[in-house]
Nanobody
């Protein structure tokens, strides 16, 4: 059964850090590139970062240098280390395959950046 389960969100002050996790079923994760997405309040979901099966990574300009995507293939788990957070990073974060190969979405995890 396909599964995507995001966790690790919370309330953080501007400038703070969070590490998000995504536990995926093997059918989704194994051998596939994976991505993180962000849905800000009242806006559409947008792509944030991708880690390709080769291990190379790609980021949206606004998070380049602040966010780091990584994966643990043994655990079928995807991570997003977020630093220097700002209020614009507030929203729900989802994991999935890259935009050209998305599957059913999980519930996401809420990140709120506020003082």
């Amino acid at each position: 059964q396909e599964r995507l389960e995001e966790s690790g969100g919370g309330l953080v002050q501007p400038g703070g850090s969070l590490r998000l996790s995504c536990a995926a079923s093997e059918s989704i994760f194994s051998g596939n590139s994976m991505s993180w997405y962000h849905q800000a309040p009242g806006k559409q979901r947008e792509w944030v970062a991708t880690i390709f099966n080769s291990g190379s990574t790609q980021y949206r300009n606004s998070v380049e240098g602040r966010f780091t995507i990584s994966r643990d293939n043994a655990k079928n788990t995807l991570y997003l280390q977020m630093t220097s957070l700002n209020p614009g990073d507030t929203g729900v974060y989802f994991c999935n395959r890259p935009p050209y190969a998305v599957v059913s979405w999980g519930q996401g995890t809420q990140v709120t950046v506020s003082s």
